[in-house]
């Protein structure tokens, strides 16, 4: 089981307005972890909130060990201590080349804990001195490896967030943070987004704001940073869930309405993130192309391609390969460049991203069919509110009425003669099948 899927956290309140923090893990994790946490965005926590036998580590966490859920720590024997040190001293005086000292036994803290029985720490915070906010991450301290949440910080909204200080936080990132770009961005409405919720309207509406200047590029996509295919595809998948999550159950129906908003302009994600990495490769070297130190021919549009799908993948790859295929359609450069404007890219920012692409691509038509399997890896990664996009996942969902219903809407959006009439009508049928009685979703 992935460590992090194995993490559970909870809170509650009291009657009398104490908050209560359990975090648990399984046995097999236990005794080889610490609690590594903090408050708000890691900032240190109350001396009077941290258990017994926490450390402080640097000036904003402290380390707290688990222990098994129902057992109190056996306090060694001090009669005992005494007569081993004594016992220890003996056998250094006496010589012994024959046999090196006996390895010190560990002290047993716990005694008679049945195997599955979880390990956990609990805090307690009075609700004078309460934070709105906690966050931790676990550390494996024999293998030095540290427990994250799919990539950022586990983290329990406490008490109602204070906008001011949500908007703050995410303006100093934006602003400040020399590292920093569209993945950190995804982790951090991630992390986030139950304060929005909890703020209502006003802390949802900041979220729809944020992403959509994000979305229409107003925001950096990449700051001195690179990631893989595979991290970012993962982030637009949790987005995505966790926001239709927020429009199916919220209670709130601003919260509602504007993560309904916030869905419109953002990526699917999921899928197969290595086949980003790999599909470029496969292409490559399939067709005889130079690729890194691997001889072949020399396409410069590839290579620079390829370094930036590698290393900052983004919904701008689909407009990229959809402007290569009208390239290698037609054989003409001004097409390359007709698509690339028709969707809001230039040749003065595609030559300034940290992965540039300076040179106009080769014509090599048999590129097409690879090139068109590898459009659909790119838009099922980063399109997903694309309709032909958005129908195809879907049909494996639905039932056979309507998932004709949504064939039939596919083969007519993209025939050569549909308009947004056709796609209306379409969307309307769908959404009328979807109140139909006795219409049932698998």
């Not at 040190?85 to 024959?98: F, G, K, M, R």
């Not at 991290?231 to 309904?260: C, F, G, H, L, N």
Request: charged share 20%.
């Amino acid at each position: 089981m992935d460590a992090a899927a194995a993490v559970a956290a909870a809170v509650a309140r009291s009657s009398k307005g104490c908050y209560y923090v359990r975090v648990e893990v399984p046995d097999h994790y236990g005794a080889d972890c610490v609690l590594h946490w903090g408050v708000e965005n890691w900032l240190m926590p109350p001396k009077a909130c941290q258990p017994p036998h926490s450390e402080l580590h640097g000036e904003r966490a402290v380390r707290t060990p688990f222990s098994p859920l129902g057992f109190m720590p056996v306090q060694p024997d001090p009669s005992e201590q005494q007569q081993a040190a004594a016992s220890t001293a003996d056998d250094s005086d006496t010589p012994n080349t024959a046999a090196a000292p006996a390895a010190a036994q560990p002290v047993q803290l716990y005694a008679g804990v049945p195997e599955g029985t979880p390990w956990c720490v609990t805090l307690v915070f009075p609700e004078v001195i309460c934070p709105e906010r906690f966050v931790f991450v676990l550390h494996q301290l024999g293998s030095d490896a540290w427990v994250r949440d799919h990539g950022t910080n586990f983290s329990l909204q406490l008490r109602s967030p204070c906008l001011g200080g949500l908007v703050e936080g995410v303006l100093a990132a934006e602003a400040g943070y020399e590292q920093w770009g569209l993945l950190h961005r995804l982790q951090r409405v991630v992390e986030l987004l139950d304060n929005a919720e909890a703020a209502g309207a006003a802390g949802m509406s900041f979220v729809f704001t944020w992403l959509r200047l994000s979305s229409n590029r107003l925001l950096d996509w990449q700051r001195c940073f690179s990631y893989q295919p595979r991290d970012i595809t993962w982030a637009q998948q949790q987005v995505a869930e966790r926001m239709t999550e927020k429009a199916r159950s919220s209670s709130d129906p601003a919260v509602r309405m504007y993560a309904r908003m916030i869905m419109r302009k953002l990526s699917r994600g999921g899928g197969n993130g290595d086949e980003i990495r790999m599909g470029i490769l496969n292409i490559m070297r399939d067709h005889g192309i130079k690729e890194g130190s691997r001889g072949g021919l020399d396409e410069p549009f590839l290579e620079q391609w390829h370094q930036k799908l590698h290393q900052a993948t983004s919904p701008e790859d689909v407009i990229i390969a959809e402007a290569y295929l009208a390239f290698l359609h037609s054989a003409n450069h001004d097409d390359w460049w007709r698509v690339l404007a028709d969707n809001g890219l230039s040749k003065g920012q595609i030559e300034s991203w940290e992965q540039p692409i300076t040179a106009l691509p080769m014509h090599l038509p048999q590129l097409i069919p690879p090139i068109q399997h590898y459009h659909w890896v790119l838009k099922t990664c980063h399109s997903g509110a694309e309709l032909d996009t958005a129908l195809t996942c879907a049909q494996g969902f639905v039932d056979p009425d309507l998932r004709c219903c949504c064939r039939n809407c596919h083969i007519v959006t993209n025939a050569p003669a549909a308009g947004a009439a056709h796609a209306v009508g379409c969307t309307f049928l769908i959404k009328r099948s979807r109140h139909r009685p006795g219409l049932k979703y698998n």
